[in-house]
């Protein structure tokens, strides 16, 4: 499946009302480790298929939906499932690692 | 998951000296593979760079991923991983990551400096959580928020004149009331109304709830004097260290934890080679840690070529035997 772009206007539905593990990559332009994020994100989100749901969040487009998950480093990534935070992971996560994670999930 | 993939040169880090180094190595052909967890290092969190010659200005950001796509075009090998040992096998080196192993004829350590913890109670608990150490990267995450720089050097003056901007409140909390920054960099800090000082004070603790909440505070004049501040975030920015523990009984490394090396970037193990910030070189510097990589890329480039008893065609001025048969003069490449 491909990677998803989620907003503080679509997060309820995408994520919180989605079944099944979501993962959302919490990023910005202008931090450096979130480059380096972005295509492992876009890998796993490739890679999963339709077993899981794989997406990015602009913490600067969407404030909301990051203060509400407090973050406050970046790159976050939040693996949702069934509406439920399962894990936050702060820093640059590799591919395997998250695949891992969410193939547990699914 | 665990595969054997295997390189001439291995390179722990992706700073300034381990991508000059790559360039440098993937030039002369030999196989490259960088293992890191960030690109730039440091270099890429710094928002002004005006002293890398030739180069008039450049955000930190976009030196880095030039440097990497300079790399990438020779054809340099990524692996975003986190180097955990490196063991001698035969004559090849086992590099384990948290992912894979890797086999390397060499390897170049060049990770640079981490920013050193404050060691108080809370602060790893709430690392990420409102406790950090870079305020270029995560500031914009404090707007209009109150927040803490720890510190007195450049790095902790600069945060806080950059947080007061954005922030709603800045304390900057020192341990003495001299501050190791330049002068005019104080002056700057100290014309924002919204920066509060606290000299000779140190955090005692940092608390919250899934979330940094507050601080706890005491004077170092008087032991009893106790204070706690709300806030959403601790900055800190005490300086950097060589974080070199795993290295202990692989390289040699002075008091401070910086790899000894000699002046062509070679460590006490053979085979072994480092260059920039993480060794004991004085000046840590974007400029001098590019051309210690490239330094050791050459050496380590001399070395390849030596220990398969060949001599190395000489493009860097000086023309010497390596190897142990002088006889032999075989060309490595055009």
Known sequence: MNE????????????????????????????????????????????????????????????????????????????????????????????????EKLTKLA | MSEKKQYDLLIVGAGPAGLTAAIYATRRKLKTLIVSMTIGGQMAQTNEIENYPGIDFSDGLSLSDNMKKQAEKYGTEFAFEEVLNIRKKNDLFIVHTNNNDYEAKSVLLAFGLTPRKLGVTGEQEFSGRGVTYCATCDGPLFKNKTVAVVGGGNSAIEAAEYLSKLAKKVYVINRTDQFRATPILLDKARGQKNIEFYCFTAITEIKGDGVVKSIEIASLQNET????????????????????????????????????????????????????????????????SAGEGAKAALQIYKYIVGREGKVAIPDWGVCELVGTDKTANIKIEK
């Not at chain 1, 989620?6 to 931090?31: H, K, M």
């Not at chain 1, 490739?46 to 990051?66: H, I, P, R, Y």
């Not at chain 1, 399962?86 to 395997?96: A, I, P, R, S």
């Open chain 2, 225 to 288: 004097k106790k204070e706690e501040i709300i806030l959403d975030g601790v900055f800190i920015e005490i300086g950097y260290q060589a974080k070199t523990e795993w290295l202990k009984g692989t390289v040699d490394l002075n008091k401070r934890g910086e790899i000894i090396t000699d002046r062509d970037c070679v460590t006490s193990t053979e085979g072994i080679f480092a260059a920039g910030d993480c060794t004991d070189t004085q000046y840590k510097q974007i400029v001098i």
């Open chain 1, 4 to 99: 998803v772009i989620f907003t503080d206007a679509n997060f309820e539905a995408e994520v919180l009302q989605a079944s099944g593990p979501v993962l959302v990559d919490f990023y910005a332009d202008w931090c450096g480790p979130c480059k380096m994020q972005g295509p492992i994100v876009h890998e796993v989100a490739e890679s999963m298929g339709d077993k899981a749901k794989v997406g990015k969040l602009n913490v600067d487009e969407s404030q909301e939906t990051a203060q509400k998950f407090s973050v406050m480093s970046i790159p976050t990534l939040i693996i949702f499932k069934d509406g439920k935070v399962v894990e936050t992971m702060v820093g640059v996560q590799t591919k395997d690692s998250l695949i």
